[in-house]
């Protein structure tokens, strides 16, 4: 059984940084797509950026340049760096596996999700 746990949440200030880390069990690491969603209160579940087996990164045009996705193949744990936040980044943030890289903004073609972290940056 595959699960995500994410952590690393919480509130900050515009400007500020946290560190996103999903805690991946039961799933085959060494081959995947995995990556990271969020929704905000009203809006639309949306992807954030995405990993792939090979290490390529795929990013949403309003994170590039802030946020970072890596992987800590050993520790099967998928991370996400989030700097300069905006309060427009406010939003759950959800873990999740086994997506297509080529399509991985797609949910309906994403398997595994996580429960989601919840981010709050005020202004």
């Known amino acids: 059984q595959v699960q995500l746990v994410e952590s690393g949440g919480g509130s900050v200030q515009a400007g500020g940084s946290l560190r996103l880390s999903c805690a991946a069990s039961?799933?085959?690491?060494?081959?995947?797509?995995m990556g990271w969603f969020r929704q905000a209160p009203g809006k639309e579940r949306e992807g954030v950026a995405a990993?792939?087996?090979?290490?390529?990164?795929s990013y949403a045009d309003s994170v590039k340049g802030r946020f970072t996705i890596s992987q800590d193949n050993a520790k099967n744990t998928l991370y996400l760096q989030m700097n300069s936040l905006k309060p427009e980044d406010t939003a759950m943030y959800y873990c999740?596996?086994?997506?297509?890289?080529?399509?991985?903004?797609?949910?309906?073609?994403?398997?595994?999700w996580g429960q989601g972290t919840q981010v709050t940056v005020s202004s």
């Open positions: 999740v596996a086994d997506c297509i890289f080529a399509l991985w903004t797609r949910i309906g073609l994403t398997v595994y």
């Open positions: 039961g799933y085959t690491y060494s081959s995947y797509c």
């Open positions: 990993i792939d087996s090979d290490g390529n990164t």
